[in-house]
Each structure stands twice: as structure tokens, then as C-alpha cells.
């Protein structure tokens, strides 16, 4: 999560290198492991403020990078089906910080409808 918090669109080599990241960590965690999809899903969901964490960990204000940064994620073939569908259903749900940003949120439901 907090690779994808840099996140910065007009900064082409940024974008590059939080995807390289990205594939590397998720790549590797999610490969033919369907018991980590609970825990990557539960992680993401608990950062972004979507549901409430046992921990009491802090939200992240901005979730524009996340979302772009999923949105890239969830076209990737190591991203199960079953974590796309589950995300759909916290993404498509009205939500405060969702509203925030609302291009990143569009850009994220477009990816994973297709």
C-alpha cells in the first residue's frame, strides 16, 4: 500500500517503477496461493478505510494512487478472478473517501468490468 501512495500521473518513470513493485510483491504472494487472496484483499481493504481493522490501523487520506495502482493490478494475469469480483462490490459501494476520487474510482471500475 504504501508503494502505490506515491503515485504520481504525469510522472511517467514513478508510475513505471510502482508497477514493477507491484508485480514483484503481488506476483510472487498471490501465485497459486488462494489462502493469501483473504489476506492481500483484507490488507487493501483495511488501508483504504473500507472496512475496520482489529488493529486500529490508519486510513490512507488520498486513495487515488491505490486506485490507479489497482487498476493496473486487477488486468494482470497473477490477480485471481475471485479478488476482482470481491473488490467490484467495496468500489462500486458509495463511500466518503471513494468520493474524493472520483476519476481514480472510474478508472478502477472500468478495469475491473473487463
Do not use: W
Amino acid at each position: 500500500m504504501n508503494v502505490a501512495i506515491v503515485m504520481d500521473s504525469k510522472r511517467p518513470k514513478v508510475i513505471e517503477a510502482i508497477h514493477e513493485c507491484t508485480d514483484a510483491i503481488l506476483g510472487q504472494f498471490l501465485k497459486d496461493n488462494d489462502t493469501k487472496m483473504d489476506v492481500v484483499l483484507n490488507t487493501i481493504l483495511v488501508h483504504m478505510g473500507l472496512i475496520k481493522s482489529e488493529d486500529k490501523i490508519k486510513p490512507i487520506a488520498d486513495l487515488s494512487g491505490i486506485l490507479v495502482t489497482l487498476a493496473y493490478v486487477c488486468k494482470q494475469e497473477y490477480f485471481p478472478v475471485k479478488l476482482k469480483n470481491i473488490l467490484t462490490v467495496f468500489i462500486a459501494k458509495p463511500h466518503p473517501a471513494l468520493n474524493r476520487c472520483v476519476e481514480a474510482r472510474d478508472q478502477l471500475l472500468s478495469a475491473l468490468y473487463t
